[in-house]
C-alpha cells in the first residue's frame, strides 16, 4: 500500500511547489513588472472588472506568466519525479495533466487572449517532464521478495 501513498504523495508535493513557485513569479510580475495592473486590479471580485483591467494588461505581462508556469512546472516535475521512485516520468506527467486541466480552468473564468490559449495547453506536459529528466536517477523501492 506504500507505493500508492508515496505516488499520490509525489503528485500532491508537486502541485505544490509548482504553485509555489507560479505565485512567486506571479507577486513579483504584479508588484514590479506591473505595478499599475496590480493596483487597478486591488480588491476587484468582480469578473467583468477583472477582465477588463486584463483587457488592457500588456502582452508582457501575460509572458511573465507564462514563464511562471514554466518555470513552476519543471519544479513539480522535478520534485514529483524524485519523490515518485518507481515511475518518475508518469508522476510528472500526471502532474502536468492536472496542471493543463487547472490552465483551461483558469482560462475559462477569466478569459486571456487567444494566444494564451495556446500556451495554456502546450506548456504544462513537456515543462514537467523536463523536470523529470533532470531529477537524479534513484533505485526503486526493494520488492517483498529483495528483502528476504
Known sequence: MWPIFRSILAVIAGFV?????????????????HPELAKAAEGLTDREAIRAVLASAPASAFLVVAVGWVLGSL????????????SPVGHALALGGLLTLAGVVNNLMIPPPAWFWVASLVVFLPATYAGARLAPKQNPLPTAAARK
Not at 511547489?17 to 513588472?33: D, F, K, W, Y
Not at 519544479?75 to 518507481?86: D, K, P
Open 17 to 33: 511547489a509548482t504553485s509555489a513557485v507560479m505565485v512567486t513569479v506571479e507577486m513579483v510580475n504584479g508588484r514590479l513588472l
Open 75 to 86: 519544479a513539480g516535475g522535478f520534485l514529483s519525479a524524485w519523490i515518485g521512485r518507481t
